[in-house]
């Protein structure tokens, strides 16, 4: 029982904390030694994917703009995924083009650990900005502000390792990721179009038929 | 059968005839809303014994209702119960203004008349009326009798373009504000002698960096094809007791928040924007080209104000009143568009008699008479209270009005505040958050935790020092089973 709540410490604090704080001796550990697993990844993208839900209905009165009536849990859900789906799909389809070492369970793997800082910083920010007032909503700002730029950092350096890149190709990689991100909605909205308007068609023909005999 | 089917018809006819009220929520959703105002009563030409041609713009001065109209080119004086005092259509000359004339060589004294007239103000300095079709402002005096002509403005602009006045209003000094046709300068501001003094409340035209750059880099061909920018263009003016100036204006190609505005001595726009929406009428409008339903933003024509910074401004397309409070708080809309009597179709001028409210219809030469319901009575007691700093009043009252109407968010701050000033930081909180206002729950809530710290002051240290302790007794405990010592060593 001890040796599974250590390792579980390990999984999930001890070593994503390493890693974001020695980025490039951790991914090298990540990479080269198999630490990283892809149960933590995915169970990291389920509590940010929880977390995004748990600050619509509980962040402080004071800054939440939201309509708690239009909460929609599935929604929110569906947009990680289909945010972190994107993203690791476009990642992975540049990289192989540019010669990256990383393969696709890397690459998912980097994204769900790169979401530690902002589940271990953002749930208890979000619980403290129920005890703040409007002028020290600030604090409560800067936190989720560390929590998002160190998110962005365990992401960049966990690109660059995994792949092995300098800093230009890295940067360059994420810029075409977006533009992959791009065309993936442009290409999936237009199918989506295209199915619709065929399904429409096939249903129509269907009920043309029904009705004449 | 069939009888009670007719019967059940006509039972439900009445709900069927009236319209729904319906004011903005917190999150910008449409809600159910008691009125505020009803019909209580009409006058026209025949209720009055007179004649309505085109009434333009209403005045109400001590009691009195001053009426212009642009076809009959007269002056209509309404008593308050709502019959004809008198006509004016010629208007003879005082004897001070002969004398001033016949020292400038005029020798033409026959009376004035009007043509097209379409705004006309009273003070107590005098009548002004805006002579549209004569390109004047004639001034009188309370018998009828002309004062003063001011058909000369000196400045550049009317080289061009000919000086055709169509709203005016004074203040305290006898300055004159007129809204002019085709002037995009702002509200053009005369001296009491007529002479011009300067261009007031003027909307600077804004480009954002990607237009200038747009500009900079196109031919003169290209810029002439542009669309104009165009400054706001002011529909009407109403001075206000204290001499700042309400005034209503057309909204602009994507601004359609600043159309109502308050302008102070200095031409600064001073409204107050605390509301949860800004006061622009209505906040939901469809965009674009439609020819099936109205679109686009409120186009207000004219604006009213009542006791404690309560005003209400008139939608002309699409035939509502809004009322605002002094904050900016959007307190009930009514009026709708129809044919009955109750109803109006284009309304063009709008005007307090004491708490009721006068609406001019131009189009069936009606003027409307609405009334404050219950609801609209304790709402506006309730400001008044509050404005005067009776918070428990206001607070008793809120609460009626809750009862009246639970969706109303206003009134739940407005209990709040007492609260807050009662040093019930609890329930004070709960009211904040159902009228979500940030502000004063933010320092409802200071207070609140500010008592708690206080009176669990010994038990929070407590805690503190027992956590600390625990935590260094176990690192002690740890150090010394991996066989150190906590002890200074070499």
């Keep these: ?20 704080l020695h980025p490039f001796d951790g991914f090298d550990e990540f990479k080269r ?33 939201r309509n708690p009536l239009m909460l929609n849990s599935l929604q929110e859900i569906f947009s990680v995924i289909l945010l972190l789906g994107l993203f690791t799909v476009g990642n992975w389809s540049v990289t192989t083009l540019m010669e990256g070492k990383g393969n696709f369970k890397e690459i998912v793997m980097v994204t769900g650990y790169a979401l530690f800082p902002l589940i271990i910083i953002g749930y208890p920010g979000v619980v403290l900005s129920n005890f703040l007032t409007l002028e020290e909503m600030a604090f409560y700002q800067l936190l989720m502000g560390i929590a998002y ?37 442009f290409f999936g909205l237009l199918f989506f179009d295209l199915i619709q308007q065929f399904i429409e068609f096939i249903a129509s023909i269907y009920e043309e038929l029904n009705l004449r005999y | 059968m069939k ?29 159910h809303s008691a009125p505020g105002m009803n019909f209580a009563t009409y006058f026209n030409g025949n209720t009055a014994g007179t004649n309505f041609g085109s009434p333009e713009d209403i005045v109400v001065y001590d009691d009195q209702i001053y009426m212009i109209d642009s076809s009959l080119n007269a002056l209509i004086i309404i008593n308050d119960e709502f019959k004809r005092e008198s006509d004016h259509t010629t208007f003879p000359l005082t004897p001070e203004y002969i004398e001033k004339l016949s020292n400038e060589g005029v020798t033409d004294f026959s009376d004035l008349t009007l043509l097209s007239p379409y705004g006309v103000e009273v003070k107590e300095s005098g009548i002004y009326i805006a002579d549209s079709g004569n390109y004047r402002v004639v001034k009188l005096n309370h018998d009828y009798e002309v004062v003063d002509v001011f058909n000369e403005v000196e400045d550049a602009t009317f ?20 809204v002019a046709r085709n002037v995009y300068e702002g509200i053009i501001e005369l001296d009491s002698d007529g002479s011009f003094n300067r261009f007031t409340g003027v909307n600077p035209v804004s480009l954002n960096p990607l237009e200038i750059f747009q500009r900079s880099i196109m031919t003169e061909e290209q810029l002439a094809q542009l669309q104009l920018y165009l400054p706001t263009e002011y529909t009407n003016v109403v001075m206000s007791d204290k001499n700042f100036i309400y005034a209503t204006s057309k909204p602009s190609e994507e601004n359609a928040e600043n159309i109502i505005q308050l302008i102070n001595p200095k031409g600064v726009d001073v409204l107050k924007r605390n509301g949860y929406h800004p006061p622009m009428g209505d906040i939901h409008y469809i965009e674009g080209m439609n020819n099936y339903v109205i679109d686009g933003p409120s186009s207000l024509v004219d604006i009213a104000y009542t006791d404690h910074g309560i005003f209400t401004v008139l939608d002309q397309k699409r035939s509502r009143l809004f009322t605002y409070d002094s904050e900016g708080n959007l307190l009930y809309i009514n009026g709708d568009e129809g044919a009955q009597s109750d109803k109006f179709t284009e309304g063009v001028a709008l ?109 929070i240290v407590g805690g503190i020092v027992l956590i600390s302790g625990v935590l260094i007794g176990l690192k002690i405990r740890s150090t010394y089973k991996k066989g150190g010592s906590i002890l200074y060593e070499d």
């Design chain 1, 33 to 65: 030694y198999k630490k990283g697993k892809i149960s933590v990844a995915l169970i990291f993208i389920s509590l940010y994917a929880f977390f995004r839900i748990f600050t619509y209905q509980n962040e402080a009165f004071l800054i939440n703009e």
């Design chain 1, 149 to 185: 730029g160190l998110t962005a950092w365990m992401l960049f350096m966990g690109i660059l390792n995994i792949h092995q890149y300098g800093l230009g190709k890295t940067i360059i990689a994420f810029i075409l990721t977006v533009v992959a991100m791009a065309v993936m909605m």
């Design chain 1, 1 to 20: 029982m001890k040796t599974k709540l250590k390792s579980i410490w390990f999984d999930f604090i001890k070593f994503p904390k390493y890693m974001m």
């Design chain 2, 351 to 459: 005007a307090y008699l004491g708490d009721d409210l006068l609406v001019l219809d131009r189009k069936s030469r009606t003027v409307i008479v609405y009334q404050l319901t219950e609801f609209g009575d304790k709402v506006n007691t309730a400001i008044m209270h509050h404005t005067l700093g009776e918070f428990e009043k206001a607070a008793e009252l809120w609460e009626e009005v809750l009862v009246l109407n639970t969706n109303y968010e206003v009134a739940y701050n407005g209990i709040g505040k007492f609260y807050l000033r009662e040093g019930e930081y609890k329930k004070a909180i709960e009211y904040f958050n159902l009228g979500h206002d940030r502000y004063y729950y933010s320092r409802a809530y200071k207070e609140y935790r500010n008592d708690i710290i206080k009176s669990n002051f010994g038990y």
């Design chain 2, 3 to 31: 009888l009670f089917m007719i019967f059940s018809m006509l039972i439900t006819l009445p709900i069927q005839l009236s319209t729904v009220n319906y004011n903005y929520s917190y999150y910008g959703e449409v809600i």
């Design chain 2, 159 to 178: 080289d061009e373009i000919s000086f055709e006045p169509r709203k005016i209003t004074v203040d305290g000094s006898e300055r004159m504000y007129v």
